[in-house]
T-cell receptor, first 106, second 113 residues
Framework: EDQVTQSPEALRLQEGESSSLNCSYT??????LFWYRQDPGKGPEFLFT?????EEKEKERLKATLTKKESFLHITAPKPEDSATYLC???????WGAGTKLIIKP | DSGVTQTPKHLITATGQRVTLRCSPR?????VYWYQQSLDQGLQFLIQ???????AKGNILERFSAQQFPDLHSELNLSSLELGDSALYFC????????????FGPGTRLLVL
C-alpha cells in the first residue's frame, strides 16, 4: 500500500538551532515529491518539488533533499517566522503526509 | 497570494443541509483538486478535475460531488451534512497533471451544527 510518513510529529527548537524533518515514502512509480508549508487556518504554500534521487533544492534557510526512500527538509539557523506545519506529498496518487509541526522559540 | 480563489471563506450550516463551495483556479491552470482537512488532521485528497473531466478520485464520500465548468472554475457540493463534515476545504490548481506543483487557495471553513 502506498504510504507517506513524516517525522517527527512535532519539533520545538530554539532560534538558530538547526535540524531536519523527514518524509519517508513507499510509493510505486514515484513521479516526484512536494514540500509545502502551512500556517494555521491557511492553505499550504508551495516550497519545493524534487523529481529524482540525489536532487537538492534550497530556499533561504530551507534545503530539501531526496533519496530513493525518503526526503529531508533541513532547516538552518531557523527564525520564529519559520514556525509552521511542513507537509510532504507524493504524486500521482496525491498522498500527503500528516505533517511536522515546527515551533521555533526566540 | 497563490492566485486561486475560494468562496465563501466561512460557512455555518445545520446537519442534513446541502452546501456548495466554489473555486477559481489560477489563470491558465487546467487541473483543479479538492481536499478536506479536519482539525489537526492531514490533507485528504477528495477529487481532481482536468479540463472539465474527472481525472482522479480519493476518499470522497458519496454525499459529496464536484464538477468543473467550461470556464474551469469548480464547485464542490456537500449534501446531507453531518457534524463530522466540519473541516477546512481547500481547492488547489495546477497547469496539467498531478505530478506538477499545486497551488492552494485560502480554503473554506465549514462548520456543521
Amino acid at each position: 500500500e502506498d504510504q507517506v510518513t513524516q517525522s517527527p510529529e512535532a519539533l520545538r527548537l530554539q532560534e538558530g538551532e538547526s535540524s531536519s524533518l523527514n518524509c519517508s515514502y513507499t510509493v510505486s512509480g514515484l513521479r516526484g515529491l512536494f514540500w509545502y508549508r502551512q500556517d494555521p487556518g491557511k492553505g499550504p504554500e508551495f516550497l519545493f518539488t524534487l523529481y529524482s534521487a540525489g536532487e537538492e533544492k534550497e530556499k533561504e534557510r530551507l534545503k530539501a533533499t531526496l533519496t530513493k526512500k525518503e526526503s529531508f527538509l533541513h532547516i538552518t539557523a531557523p527564525k520564529p517566522e519559520d514556525s509552521a506545519t511542513y507537509l510532504c506529498a507524493v504524486p500521482p496518487k496525491l498522498i500527503w503526509g500528516a505533517g511536522t509541526k515546527l515551533i521555533i522559540k526566540p | 497570494d497563490s492566485g486561486v480563489t475560494q468562496t465563501p471563506k466561512h460557512l455555518i450550516t445545520a446537519t442534513g443541509q446541502r452546501v456548495t463551495l466554489r473555486c477559481s483556479p489560477r489563470s491558465g491552470d487546467l487541473s483543479v483538486y479538492w481536499y478536506q482537512q479536519s482539525l489537526d488532521q492531514g490533507l485528504q485528497f477528495l477529487i481532481q478535475y482536468y479540463n472539465g473531466e474527472e481525472r482522479a478520485k480519493g476518499n470522497i464520500l458519496e454525499r459529496f460531488s464536484a464538477q468543473q465548468f467550461p470556464d474551469l472554475h469548480s464547485e464542490l457540493n456537500l449534501s446531507s451534512l453531518e457534524l463530522g463534515d466540519s473541516a477546512l476545504y481547500f481547492c488547489a490548481s495546477s497547469q496539467n497533471l498531478a505530478s506538477e506543483t499545486q497551488y492552494f487557495g485560502p480554503g473554506t471553513r465549514l462548520l456543521v451544527l
